[in-house]
């Protein structure tokens, strides 16, 4: 049993009352209708639609000034068994849009809307999803997500089993990866490996409650938590994710991938089922430049105040490494440490 299956086990009431359910049933409606109102944000760059009909894993991202992770992300879901990705590009500067616009098997949309106004990106990804994605297991992520599987496994493996198990949605937690000296500091090119930077990551002490209105269990902890949120646990950031989903025009996420609708699709760490991880390399050396940008443009949260103080303590080179960090070595650690579960995913 995993980590976050025993965490799981303490649970907490969620409401399920016929009036609960209708407001849930509004609300996805009400979302799905919001994003498509949407969709005239969204300029085609080099969409090719055969490709997106023929493609069995569509993955769907929206990114901005990625460049150096382009190369290595789009790699690392090409092995894992990628085959066309739908980019939503926001006003990037740094080359992103030129460089993803050459690559053949990626359809990219182009928008300088508001990126908070847009649910964070989510509603032009509704839009996507929408249009193109009913009856795929459509994955969604973010640049800075590499998303592993146990016993290192790919994507066709993965959603055979969850094909053959009668699953719809597949979980993972967001593992925050950094470097041993000061964040922010030395030099990161495009095409360089991210985990060849950010080696380490905070010891497994995670803390867990089912959400009283979404039934996904949401999961605190790790390095973010213990250096920025050590006084206010209930802000630090969200690390239960839903990245895979079989698709269908009915379906929404709520808040990026750590939530959605319907909410049967948010029980994704019980006991028996397979989870991955999400390796989060937000930390190479540009987020300091990144953080700058942000508090002049004010996009990332719902109250960006709040987190002033934390976008100056990433500008100012934090040391996150502590006699708790761990060094990562490959998948089958994290299943060790019970962060990863193959449940009833058994190798033959």
Request: hydrophobic share 40%.
């Amino acid at each position: 049993m995993s980590l976050f299956s025993e965490l799981d086990a303490a649970g907490t009431t969620v409401s399920d009352s016929i009036w609960f359910r209708y407001r849930m049933r509004w609300k996805r409606r009400r979302l799905i209708r919001r994003a498509l109102a949407r969709r005239h944000e969204l300029s085609r760059v080099s969409v090719d639609e055969a490709r997106i009909e023929a493609a069995r894993f569509p993955c769907y991202v929206t990114l901005r000034n990625e460049h150096a992770r382009l190369p290595n992300f789009l790699a690392h879901y090409r092995a894992l068994g990628v085959d066309h990705f739908l980019i939503v590009d926001n006003g990037s500067d740094d080359g992103s849009a030129e460089y993803l616009e050459k690559q053949p098997d990626v359809s990219l949309w182009s928008t300088l809307a508001s990126y908070k106004n847009a649910r964070f990106g989510m509603d032009w990804i509704t839009c996507l999803q929408f249009r193109f994605g009913s009856g795929k297991w459509a994955l969604t992520v973010d640049a800075d997500e590499l998303l592993i599987l146990p016993h290192g496994r790919n994507l066709p493996e993965l959603v055979q089993h969850l094909d053959a198990t009668g699953r719809d949605s597949f979980g993972a937690l967001m593992l925050d990866l950094y470097p041993e000296g000061p964040v922010g500091t030395g030099s990161f090119d495009a095409g360089n490996d991210p985990l060849a930077v950010l080696q380490w990551f905070d010891a497994p002490a995670y803390r867990a409650r089912r959400h009283p209105v979404f039934d996904n269990l949401w999961i605190q902890g790790g390095v973010r938590d213990r250096v920025f949120f050590g006084s206010e646990p209930e802000r630090a950031p969200t690390l239960n994710k839903t990245p895979l989903v079989k698709w269908s025009r009915r379906y929404v996420y709520v808040t990026s991938t750590h939530q959605m609708l319907p909410r049967r699709l948010n029980r994704v760490f019980e006991a028996g089922r397979p989870t991955g991880i999400l390796l989060h390399t937000k930390m190479l050396p540009q987020i300091s430049a990144k953080s700058e940008e942000e508090i002049e443009r004010r996009q990332h949260f719902e109250n960006s105040d709040l987190y002033q103080d934390y976008y100056n303590a990433l500008i100012n080179h934090p040391v996150f490494w502590s006699e708790q960090s761990v060094g990562y070595r490959d998948p089958d650690q994290l299943m060790e440490l019970g962060l990863m579960d193959a449940g009833d995913w058994h190798i033959k």
